[in-house]
């Protein structure tokens, strides 16, 4: 037992006397929140878009003062003719173009209809699509401000009610997202390499003579990687709750409790790719192909899951992180206990004793 | 000049040695580009519904198989009791519930106008977005069929009107893969490239062989130089190999001159493997390099806009955008594959990465150290 405490003061020297990674492995989860508290935002603001009037007058100035109005677009550049619409779009900036037509307000009064045409820049679908929504939104608004509209009888009117998020903020997203991404990262990452590293300096086989069973090198590497984890885990859930807003609805304890269970299985993923990889470089690629981007995409951290192609779905079912999103959203957002999360974190659990064994099966305590 | 191609030789052999790297070089970003495009989607396929039909009339009925008659939504039960349908919702079986209230029908034939409510599960503020448009759609349909149907009764008002018609350029079906699928790309060769790079030197310190170089007549640029051109070899095959797979399998429309793209990708290149070199010279382990790049890789890619609009970001962000190559690459690789932007139009991204790449070089050639 004292050669073990022994081997654990050593992997703790090891982290602390390098303190740029130290400062990065606590910088990742603020910079990461941040980043995606402040900077990734799905709303879109202050798009540039370019006016082609060829009526020039009150109605269409009334009708490009509105929308320049909104927080949504700035207004770049009045064409002059077709030709330039093409050319501004190349140029890159201005993703969307609105062409009035001529004669707009004497068409307006006169036949009751004129003619805007919206073109948008679609290279970016999904910005395109919205842009091209909320154009579409403030003329309405305006023609119906001009009709001065009374409810039509005999129509629905819907009710709508936002559950669980009634502003509709993205931090309900990103919060369990950064914390699945981080905490994968950090700990899957970190022992990989770190054992890794003991094979490619020749320093494992210094451990694997010493009295040490190869079961408790292996505790002895990842205790402090536990402890590493679970502080990024506090400090992303302190730091969304004090700067984003981001509740804790459920049980603190269950909580944190997941979020270990969650930590353990990186471990043991990390162990897993050790034994696999000879060299620290192997490694890092493994975990940084096989967990970084899969993690960020399918998970449903920023792609909803049953969007996606069956066949992705079917993969998403093996992925980790998916299970403790579904668990962290329950419990920070819903607020529900054990009984709505019993079966994610069976997975969980189910997914970790395979990982070891393999580990186990896969561990060469023998020199080729 | 021979010195260099022989460090080059060198490198090359170290590279295609190790067998487990080559798979990791070719296969990786195979697969990586065939599930992460078709994963990269917010196109609404599938919303599940509950319905809860309080009314249980012919009203009813036909709003809810319009909810089923759309292509968006899909219906997956129904009940009486509040309670059940919330708890549903916060199981997360479905997305959205819709309740008719009693009287629905007798309300919408009187003439009044009818509440339905909609609960929409909010939790991805994106999708709740979506969700509650096509919803609306829906209804608006709906309502238009009503006064279709009953104009002798509705009075028809002469109403002004602007016809807004729209048209989406270089993507008419706003396929959202042809804008996902370029953007990976700059992340795969990067990571490749930059990682390899960053880890090289300082792999040769920790293993002692940059001892043994240091004590050759080999000079600092030209070893900086027989470092970064294998790895830039490989991450323009890199790009290359991809732009092939996805024109094989997504039939990613390549509109402008693959010259201007390539041209443009080298310089590119030049900054992030001199990024991943100068890390290499200042740290000391390979761990401390992976631990800083990965941090940078991951604040710079989320940055870049490959999800998000870099326009909507706050200014600081934008600010510190100028330091972000991929910034760069994102913009200009979208602007030429899809819109078939010039040299002209990305000049000044061009000359920009250009005086970064000279300072980052020069950096990273005055921060290696000969001397122990």
Redesign the interface.
């Known amino acids: 037992m004292k050669q073990f405490l022994g081997f654990i003061k050593k992997e703790f020297y090891h982290i602390f006397r390098d303190p740029r990674t130290l400062l990065v492995l606590f910088g990742i989860p603020v910079a990461q929140l941040l980043i995606f508290g402040y900077v990734v935002t799905t709303e879109v603001k202050n798009i540039s878009v370019a006016i082609l009037d060829r009526s020039k007058d009150d109605v269409t100035r009334e009708i490009t003062q509105k929308i320049i109005e909104s927080d949504y677009f700035t207004l770049t550049q009045n064409l002059q003719s077709d030709t330039q619409i093409e050319e501004v779009f190349k140029t890159g900036n201005i993703k969307e173009v609105i062409v009035f037509e001529p004669n707009f307000a004497q068409k307006l009064g006169r036949d009751g209809t004129a003619q805007i045409q919206l073109i948008a820049d679609a290279s970016d679908a999904n910005t395109a699509n919205l842009i091209v929504n909320y154009t579409s939104a403030i003329i309405s608004d305006y023609v119906q401000k001009q009709n001065k509209l009374q409810l039509m009888p005999m129509q629905i009117k819907p009710e709508v009610r936002m559950v669980f998020n009634e502003s509709l903020q993205s931090v309900y997203m990103f919060v369990p997202g950064t914390m699945a991404l981080i905490l994968m990262l950090v700990s899957a990452m970190m022992t990989s390499i770190s054992i890794a590293r003991e094979k490619e300096l020749g320093t494992m086989e210094i451990l694997l003579v010493s009295p040490l069973k190869p079961a408790q090198i292996i505790i002895g590497k990842v205790i402090p990687y536990v402890a590493l984890a679970f502080i990024n885990a506090v400090t992303i859930i302190v730091l969304g709750n004090l700067i984003f807003g981001m509740p804790v609805n459920g049980s603190l304890t269950l909580l944190l409790a997941e979020s270990l269970l969650f930590i353990s299985l990186a471990l043991s993923l990390g162990i897993l790719i050790s034994t696999i990889a000879k060299t620290q470089q192997v490694a890092m690629f493994i975990s940084l192909f096989a967990l970084m981007l899969p993690t960020i995409m399918l998970s449903g951290f920023i792609f909803p899951i049953e969007n996606m192609p069956v066949v992705l779905q079917m993969i998403s079912h093996i992925m980790p992180p998916k299970y403790f999103i579904i668990i962290i959203k329950n419990i920070m957002i819903k607020g529900t206990g054990f009984g709505f999360v019993w079966k994610e974190t069976l997975v969980l659990i189910a997914m970790m004793m395979v990982f070891i064994l393999l580990s186990v099966k896969k561990f060469k305590i023998r020199l080729q | 000049m021979r010195t260099i191609g022989i460090i080059i030789r060198k490198e090359f052999i170290q590279i295609f040695r ?1 067998k ?2 080559l798979p ?1 070089i070719i296969v ?1 970003p195979f697969v ?1 580009l065939l ?2 495009v ?9 919303i ?1 519904m509950v319905i809860v039909d309080q009314d249980q009339s012919a009203s009813s009925r036909r ?1 809810i198989s319009k909810f089923e008659g759309s292509p968006f939504f899909t219906i997956d039960g129904s009940t009486f009791s509040d309670e059940q349908a919330n708890d549903e ?4 079986r479905s ?1 959205i519930i819709l309740k008719i209230p009693n009287g629905f029908e007798k309300n ?2 009187s ?19 979506l969700t ?2 096509y ?2 759609y829906v ?1 608006a349909d ?2 238009k069929q ?2 279709s149907e ?1 104009v002798n ?2 009075q028809p008002v ?15 079906e ?3 893969k ?2 996902m699928l370029p953007g990976i790309l700059v ?1 795969l060769i990067t ?1 490749i490239g930059a ?2 790079a960053a ?1 090289n030197i300082v ?1 040769e310190k ?1 293993m002692g062989t940059i001892e043994q170089i240091n004590v050759t007549p080999v000079q600092k640029f030209q070893f900086i130089t027989g470092k970064l051109v294998p790895f830039w070899i490989i991450a323009m095959f890199e790009l290359g190999f991809g732009l092939t797979l996805g024109k094989i399998i997504f039939d990613i429309p390549i509109v402008g001159n693959l010259g201007v793209l390539f041209g443009f990708a080298g310089v590119y290149l030049l900054v992030a493997l001199g990024l991943g070199l100068l890390v290499s010279t200042m ?1 000391s ?4 390099v ?3 790049i ?2 940078f890789l ?2 710079f890619i ?2 870049s806009g490959i ?3 870099v ?4 200014d600081w ?1 934008q600010k510190v955008n100028i330091i972000n190559p991929f910034a760069y690459f994102m ?1 200009v690789i ?2 030429v594959l ?5 040299f002209r ?2 000049s000044r991204e061009f000359f920009s990465l250009l005086i970064y790449a000279a300072i980052i070089l020069s950096l990273a050639v005055w921060r290696y150290r000969k001397t122990a």
């Open positions: 190790d487990t790297m990791i990786m990586q599930v992460l078709f994963a990269a989607t917010f196109e609404m396929k599938q599940n709003l919702l916060l199981a997360g997305d919408l034939v003439g009044e106008v009818s509440d339905v409510q909609l609960l929409v599960n909010a939790i991805n503020a994106t999708v709740a977005g509650n448009a919803s609306n209804i709906f309502n009503m006064i009953n009764i509705i002469k109403l002004k009107s602007v016809d807004v018609t729209y048209s989406y350029w270089y993507n008419p706003l396929n959202y042809i804008y992340i990571i990682f390899l880890l792999r920790e740290a382990t390979q761990q401390q992976m631990f800083i990965f941090f991951l604040t989320m940055m999800f998000t609009p326009e909507s970001m706050p962000a913009r979208r602007m899809l819109k078939g932007s010039g139009d990305i």
